[in-house]
């Protein structure tokens, strides 16, 4: 078979083992055609998540016939980071598949992966087998590996949660530095088609796609990003929408899925006006253990249900005692304020989590998942029975398509509902809204139940069938509160795209609100526990000190434990009140972080204090103030030291390695002691680099050598990327050198992606002139350059960066490129100049004052400041914010590029720590 025979049936199969469905035909006809449906509402358990690999077929097909009007990019969205790991699973297992066609797991479908592969590599810019399809994940547990920005033209796929990738999409990427926030955002938001899974849980964010989308198109923007929402229960009434037909009936595995055998049981416990909440909540308690031990003979997987994570652990503890002795070993909890490292173990490792994935698993005793809403949406859990508290329909619905999910001949399954009859109160305006659509659903249910004999049949077809009988406005009433969202505005969008000031600004505000509505949920604080926090205090380091550090030593997303403010609160004053055993004083420090990563040395009674705003911070504990519970929850009751995961599995989730250490010196010489384990070394590990350095104990006074004392360190693996810390750089590259590599890269990627002529010719010229401010005197002596005929672009060693003066070099380049003739006369001069300003971060809108060039005077490095400015505007009206950003990051990423020592591109990126800031 050559790249020319391509054909949509055998390339399903070859890519997922399975028969394409119908739906999923017509779905790539559409693809192939250039159209995108704007939702896709399937019933739980066709495959939604197939959408990854049907785009895959698409965009090879159109490329073998000569006209890719697909994006490049697919991001595929969802709410839940459990999901999102599920996802990045399947998509890994496409990329190998693609990569090595010939393994005999697949080999049968060698000549069909083999051009499906071919056709895929012909649209990249370079020969990197292992980035022949990049993939990446975004999620708050995960770091990213950097794939999906290393080639604009290679075909990628991104998996990530609402937050990281709406963030981005908005220039205000969670974690981004000023670098990296315009060129996300360029590449978010431009040639990409968003798919957003399980639409109808997060309407504001399905709200915000569209409204960006209309934007970039009025605006006329080069690539518009596209948009098409997934959803079993869809709340969106436009189209064009994507369905199951008739016709589809006749496969006998949709047959099977939609009439899976599911019968639900209510159990209501009556709680009168005059009940207390806490006895509501132990009876409630008590009936949902009550009906999972009932299974407990069966032999079958046994899924529970509950909306909060404190009655999760309440279900765990007390179904342990009702099972007896081994019943923990059968019994996994999955919630979402489960800290990173402990949940990614649970859902890799764990045996009875990963037996609700396997349809063929078998126990001999009857296993348990107990979750919360973490485990409701997009995951293949397939249990045999199900146990549940009352929730809101739009809920209750996702909970049924994690039971009996793939239906066939003799599988029954029985749902047990516990539904709460009564007022017993509530806390605040949320949970009324959440409490009535409770009770709407409540109402659904008990007037369907009124019409049978015995239990409501909710298969999936039924199901619809129940739902098509309701007018809109009682579903809505059911579903859970729709939030507010916020409106857009062109001035929004403006400051927003203001990449290049870091400091707040006002009218610019955070973008959680516009990602998520207002929902009116409770604030939330992120808590992390490290070993050097005690060693900090003692050396009663600085607020800037201590940003340093972590900003050296950043807190990673395996680290962080996030729950609501309120229960943190809660739980930590408890933990606290344990430790102050016989009445001593104990007290523990900790440090705060905001969302800026500005820091400050506290103590933990200090922030318990009720007037103490903890909302949206980050909190790290000492380890030895314990609250870890062994499943990775907040727990009052753990006494015991907690685990530090900073260093825990750092190649295995993209990440450089890195260590902290201490040096001891002292007149006997030097001691060098691993933070992590206390082990004793010669020396540091030569792969390593060091990033920072924190006194913890000065020279005594009057010691012969100053260098005395103790130093906590950070350092990190060293790499050959220049967009790293360049003091990490490990080969030199002459200018020259770098900006033939450049221009070869950025023609590559012009060539591929198919620009307009003018663009072409405007990526070209500025890349031959982005780093000459380079060959300044200053700079070169900057890199440490002692050969003054041959300028350096990128050195192995560097000065401190304040003998820059804050000179740019970019600035440096910009006012040269200025200078010329031919360029002023150019048709695009504008566009190559503020490419030239802006490929390391600043020219949106402007630089720092003291970025100017000191071969210039005054003057003229003001009017140039001022000008960048004008110029911002001017292109961003022009090409849309989204459309300049993404031109951009086509520069960057073949500056990125060059910067490698060969000639491929990288196969990681990783982030860049400006040093010449």
């Known amino acids: 078979m050559s790249a020319s025979d391509i054909q949509f049936g055998a390339s399903f199969v070859a890519l997922t083992d399975h028969q394409a469905l119908g739906w999923q035909c ?11 449906p704007r939702v896709c509402d399937l ?26 009007s697909l994006p490049r990019r697919l991001i595929y969205v969802v709410n839940r980071r459990t999901v999102v790991d599920q996802a990045t699973n399947v998509v890994q297992r496409i990329r190998q598949r693609l990569q090595a066609p010939h393994d005999p797991g697949w080999s049968k479908h060698a000549v069909t992966l083999q051009a499906l592969a071919e056709v895929l590599r012909s649209l990249a810019t370079t020969e990197d087998e292992a980035l022949l399809l990049a993939v990446s994940t975004l999620r708050g547990e995960l770091a990213d590996n950097n794939e999906w920005k290393a080639d604009p033209a290679r075909p990628a796929i991104i998996i990530g949660t609402i937050d990281m990738i709406g ?28 798919v957003h899974d399980e639409a109808h849980l997060e309407p504001a964010f399905s709200d915000l796609l569209h409204e960006l989308a209309a934007v970039q198109r009025q605006d006329e923007e080069p690539r518009p990003v596209q948009v098409m929402e997934l959803s079993a229960t869809s709340r969106s009434g436009k189209g064009p929408v994507l369905t ?24 209501e416990i009556k709680a009168g006006h005059d009940a207390k909440r806490a006895e509501v909540a132990k009876q409630k308690l008590s009936k949902l253990v009550e009906l999972s031990k009932a299974h407990d003979d069966d032999q079958a997987k046994v899924l529970i249900y509950v909306r909060l994570p404190e009655q999760a652990q309440q279900v765990v503890a007390q179904l342990s005692i009702a099972l007896g002795d081994g019943a923990k070993e059968r019994i996994a909890l999955l919630t979402g304020t489960m800290r990173g490292h402990e949940r990614d173990r649970l859902v890799q490792t764990n045996p009875v989590y990963r037996a609700f994935l396997d349809p063929d698993a078998h126990f001999d005793r009857t296993v348990y998942l107990v979750s919360t809403s973490a485990g409701e949406v997009g995951i293949d859990l397939d249990a045999d029975h199900m146990v549940c508290d009352l929730t809101s329909l739009d809920s209750l619905i996702q909970r049924l398509g994690r039971v009996n999910r793939r239906g066939g001949r003799g599988r029954k399954a029985r749902v047990d509902v516990v539904v709460q009859v009564g007022e017993t109160g509530t806390k605040n305006s949320q949970s009324n809204n959440v409490e009535e659509a409770i009770r709407a659903t409540h109402a659904i249910l008990h007037d369907w139940k009124s019409r049978l004999d015995g239990p409501i049949d909710v298969s999936p077809r039924n199901l619809r069938a129940l739902l098509d009988g309701l007018d809109a406005e009682c579903i809505e009433k059911a579903f859970a509160p729709r939030p507010r969202t916020l409106p857009l505005t062109d001035v929004l969008l403006d400051w927003w795209s203001l990449t290049s000031v870091n400091k707040p600004m006002l009218g610019r505000p955070n973008v959680a609100d516009y990602l998520h509505g207002l929902t009116r949920d409770p604030p939330e604080t992120y808590v992390i526990w490290r070993k050097e926090v005690t060693r900090l205090a003692k050396a009663d380091v600085d607020a800037e000190t201590l940003s340093h550090w972590f900003d050296a030593c950043r807190i990673e997303p395996r680290e962080c434990l996030r729950d609501r ?34 820091a400050e040395a506290q103590f933990l009674s200090h922030i318990l204090e009720p007037d103490f705003n903890l909302a949206y911070r980050t909190l790290v504990l000492p380890v030895e103030a314990g ?64 990033r920072d350095r924190v006194i913890l104990q000065p020279s005594p006074e009057g010691a012969e050598d100053r260098e005395y004392g103790s130093y906590l ?18 080969t030199n590259q002459t200018l020259a050198a770098h900006t033939r590599q450049t221009v070869d890269q950025v023609q590559r990627i012009a060539q591929s992606l198919d620009l307009q002529e003018e663009l072409k010719e405007a990526l070209v010229k500025a890349a031959e002139r982005h780093d000459r401010g380079k060959a300044r005197h200053i700079w070169q002596w900057y890199a440490q350059n002692h050969d003054s005929g041959e300028p350096l672009a990128k050195s192995t060693k560097y000065r401190d960066g304040r003998v820059l003066g804050g000179y740019r070099h970019e600035f440096g380049s910009l006012l040269e490129a200025s200078a010329e003739e031919e360029l002023r006369k150019h048709p695009e001069s504008e566009l190559i100049l503020h490419l030239i300003a802006a490929h390391h971060g600043w020219a949106r809108p402007h630089f720092e004052r003291n970025a100017c060039d000191n071969t210039r005077t005054t003057s003229e490095n003001e009017a140039a400041g001022v000008e960048a400015m004008q110029r911002f505007g001017r292109l961003q009206r022009r090409f849309g914010r989204w459309g300049l ?13 060059a910067s490698k020592p060969d000639a491929h591109w990288p196969v990681e990126v990783s982030q860049r720590v400006e040093t010449e800031t």
């Open 244 to 267: 199951l037909e008739p016709q589809d009936e006749r496969d006998d595995v949709v047959r099977e899925r939609l009439d899976a055998t599911k019968h639900l049981y209510l159990h």
């Open 627 to 690: 609250g870890l519970s062994a499943e990775g929850i907040l727990d009052a009751s753990a006494l015991e030291e907690a685990r530090d995961v900073a260093e825990a599995a750092n190649s295995a989730e993209g990440g450089a390695r890195r260590e902290r250490w201490l040096l001891i010196r002292d007149a006997d010489g030097e001691q060098f002691q691993r933070l992590m384990n206390g082990e004793y070394a010669k020396s540091l590990p030569r792969d390593l680099t060091e």
């Open 43 to 68: 019933p739980t358990g066709l495959g939604k998540t197939s959408v990854i690999p049907i785009w895959t077929i698409a965009l090879a097909s159109q490329s073998q016939q000569g006209a890719v």
């Open 885 to 897: 950003a993404w031109l951009e990051a086509l520069v960057r990423c073949a500056d990125i590029a």
């Open 713 to 730: 360190l950070a350092l990190t693996q060293a790499r050959q990327s220049a967009i790293d810390d360049a003091q990490s750089v490990k």
């Open 167 to 194: 963030s981005k999409l908005l220039f205000s990427g969670y974690g981004d530095g000023r670098y990296w926030r315009a060129q996300h955002a360029g590449l978010v938001g431009q040639d990409s088609l968003i």
């Open 26 to 36: 017509r779905l790539f006809d559409q693809l192939q055609r250039g159209e995108i």
């Open 565 to 598: 403010t309120d229960r943190v609160r809660k739980i930590l004053d408890a933990l606290l009140a344990k430790k102050r055993v016989g009445g001593q004083d104990c007290d523990f420090p900790v440090v705060l972080l905001n969302e800026r990563g500005e």
